[in-house]
């Protein structure tokens, strides 16, 4: 608030702890992925001696992301995830433009109803049964597709872009509907155009939800080779969990234990990295969701 | 119509979509009043006249399953509605009162973050932090306290559940209440001043009733939302030791349904909890309607 009102003592107590209350949140967000990282570039016997507190590395080494390179397992993720994101975010882009500028066009008759239909989805499901039943009956099962197309589109999303969409000026399009340019035309030639900052909005929500989607490999594949990024470092976390209750004397163990987390960071680091640059992209787009509800 | 062809072309790939996955898997439900034979496919299990009635809902009920299930689900939500739901607009109305612009966007792109992190690396973090030489053991042993088992305790399961959510929720879950705060009217508050509110009083009686549609809109929500327990995050963290706090409907349909193959009686289960989440919107819709005339429809 811009008023300038006299603090009184109490609101001067209130402010310093309102400002160590929000450092502390701050520390506790940040400090797991410090942890993590400074564990990763650790010695393992070291990181065993932390009780979970490293701040820097100790006995600074970069045998573990050594170990990462040389795992088969992590290259395959690595290179499946990409592949989902990539095809996936692509496939979810197409139907989420085409469905939001259809379902933006309310003169068209039916479209309401339409709306309505796909609505509804968000509040009941058929269920995780009858949804893999019927997938594995189109095929959809233990090969690529099937951690793609049944999750092509989210109602949530669709609402977002169908938003933007929305607010466009009619002007725009009325020139162009004299000019004699049907929908497909000014869908992406007036369209589209304007809306690159909330196709990216979408896109990154879409992506990141491939990266860190587990579920759905779980589910349908079983095929090790097509196993993303997430279920190899889930394997890789649980094979440490269960081996940490053995004795950990030999020095390859340990640097397996420390593997967990050379992997952790190099499967959040992509995350993180386009993190900052997006933030206030992703933040527009939960207000524009937000709008429509 | 004619002149609204390409609308309609536009629209048949996205309402495929919604059909094949989303409607069908609804018609798909009616396995829940049969014996779903393998000698079948799918559609003549749909079609075909072996109906068993409510056979499967019945062997649910009666199973000592059921208590359990519904149970741990009703709680895991209801400590959500408790502790979970307020905290974001805590912490809304709380860098609301910071004035140094700089210190409130960092705190606000930090606590961002961990809505980003996959689920998988959240559980493997909540894994090593509450193991038995994780930091929080390390401060409850420093403190002079015994080590708990925090994953193999039933009695801990649901506090590790909440507080990680809290974690990886609480400053994603904040923007929508700061993008509302940032809409109230700033006469509100020097009328407010001018009566003498401080700014306790200003909170309560501006701050608050501006933001409650927001809130009894997500409130809505949240409550349409009550019966599903993301599957994934109660997966990654149980184990057998810790079923009986944390095998919620979704995770026990899990293992009947696509570990054990028994399709029939898992969508049955997935049914009643459907059922049960949509009575708790439509109502939660109503009622709301009713006393504050915000609604979701």
Redesign the interface.
């Given at each position: 608030m811009g008023m300038v009102v006299k603090r009184t003592p109490g609101q001067k107590v209130f402010d310093v702890g309102n400002h160590i209350f929000l450092l502390f949140l701050v520390v506790i967000t940040l400090y797991p992925c410090v942890y993590v990282l400074a564990a990763s570039f650790s010695d393992p016997n070291e990181v065993m001696r932390s009780g979970g507190m490293l701040l820097w590395p100790k006995d600074f080494q970069t045998e573990t992301y050594g170990l990462v390179l040389q795992n088969r397992m992590i290259f395959v993720g690595y290179k499946n995830t990409l592949f989902y994101v990539v095809v996936g975010t692509a496939i979810n882009l197409i139907l989420t433009i085409l469905g939001a500028y259809g379902l933006s066009r309310k003169n068209v008759p039916g479209v309401g109803v339409m709306m309505l239909l796909i609505t509804f989805t968000m509040f009941f499901r058929g269920g995780m049964v009858p949804e893999f039943l019927i997938n594995r009956s189109l095929g959809l099962y233990d090969n690529r597709w099937a951690v793609i197309l049944p999750y092509a589109m989210s109602v949530y999303n669709l609402i977002i872009m169908r938003t933007f969409f929305a607010n466009i000026p009619a002007s725009l399009e009325e020139s162009a509907k004299i000019d004699g340019a049907n929908d497909f035309v000014i869908l992406f030639k007036i369209f589209v155009p304007l809306a690159v900052p909330s196709i990216a909005v979408v896109g990154l929500y879409y992506g990141v939800g491939h990266w860190n989607s587990y579920m759905r490999a779980l589910i349908y594949l079983r095929d090790r080779e097509l196993f993303p990024l997430q279920v190899v470092l889930r394997e890789i976390l649980l094979q440490n969990q269960n081996e940490a209750l053995q004795s950990a004397t030999d020095t390859s163990f340990a640097y397996a234990e420390n593997l967990k987390y050379a992997t952790i960071v190099v499967s959040t680091v992509p995350i993180l990295c386009v993190y900052p640059f997006l933030q206030r992209f992703f933040v527009k787009g939960v207000m524009i969701g937000a709008v429509k509800g | 119509?004619a002149q609204?062809r390409?609308?309609?072309l536009?629209?048949l790939?996205?309402?495929l979509?919604?059909l094949?996955?989303?409607?069908?898997?609804?018609?798909?439900?009616l396995?829940a009043f049969k014996d779903?034979s393998i000698r079948y496919?799918?559609?003549e299990n749909i079609f075909n006249d072996s109906w068993v009635g409510l056979k499967h809902f019945q062997a649910y009920f009666q199973s000592f399953y059921f208590a359990r299930t519904f149970g741990n689900t009703l709680i895991i939500n209801l400590y959500g509605l408790i502790f979970t739901f307020p905290a974001p607009i805590i912490?809304a109305l709380?860098?609301n009162?910071?004035r140094g612009m700089r210190?409130k966007k960092?705190?606000q792109?930090?606590?961002?973050?961990?809505h980003?992190?996959?689920?998988?690396?959240i559980?493997?973090?909540v894994?090593?932090?509450t193991?038995s030489?994780?930091?929080?053991?390390?401060i409850i042993e420093a403190l002079g306290g015994e080590s708990i088992q925090f994953l193999v305790q039933p009695e801990w399961f649901r506090t590790v559940y909440i507080l990680s959510a809290i974690?990886q929720e609480?400053?994603?879950g904040s923007?929508?209440y700061l993008?509302a705060l940032a809409g109230v009217d700033?006469q509100l508050?020097?009328a407010a001043?001018i009566d003498g509110a401080?700014?306790w009083k200003q909170t309560l009686h501006v701050t608050l009733p501006s933001i409650a549609p927001?809130i009894i809109?997500l409130l809505i929500?949240k409550i349409?939302q009550m019966m599903n327990v993301g599957?994934?995050k109660i997966?990654?963290l149980y184990q057998p030791t810790t079923y009986e706090t944390a095998d919620v409907i979704?995770s026990y349909?899990?293992r009947r349904?696509?570990l054990e193959s028994e399709?029939s009686f898992?969508?049955a289960v997935?049914?009643f909890?459907?059922i049960v989440?949509?009575i708790l919107?439509v109502s939660a819709n109503k009622i709301s309607k009713m006393l504050t005339e915000t609604s979701?429809w």
């Open positions: - | 119509m609204h390409y609308v309609y536009m629209l790939p996205v309402m979509y919604y094949i996955f989303h409607y069908f898997p609804m018609v798909g439900v396995i779903y496919t799918f559609w912490l709380l860098l009162e910071v210190f960092a705190v792109s930090i606590t961002y973050l961990p980003f992190i996959s689920m998988v690396v559980a493997g973090l894994i090593d932090f193991s030489d994780g930091l929080i053991n390390t974690w609480i400053g994603w923007i929508i993008a700033a508050y020097e001043v401080g700014r927001t809109i929500m349409g599957v994934e997966l990654l979704s349909v899990y349904g696509l399709y898992s969508t997935d049914l909890n459907s989440n949509f919107l979701l």
